[in-house]
């Protein structure tokens, strides 16, 4: 009875390696991803919003800024 349970264990510490390797090719993707992403380029229509949210912003800041 108590080689049975040994084997038990065995193959539950087994499994739970497998499963830390998979996290750990999973938490490595998962950053390259990521880092993938903050690398982008912003694109330039979106910077053109921007500039035109700002001066829409600075231009009511000047007649009436008191409406926040």
Do not use: W
């Not at 938490?27 to 700002?54: C, G, H, S, T, W």
């Amino acid at each position: 009875m108590h080689g049975a349970s040994e084997k038990k264990s065995k193959d539950q510490m087994g499994h739970t390696r497998k499963n830390d390797k998979e996290a750990e090719v999973i938490d490595e993707n998962l950053r390259r991803v990521y880092q993938d992403m903050l690398d982008e380029k912003v694109p330039d229509r979106f910077l053109d919003l921007i500039a035109q949210l700002k001066s829409q912003d600075e231009g009511g800041n000047s007649t009436g800024g008191d409406a926040k």
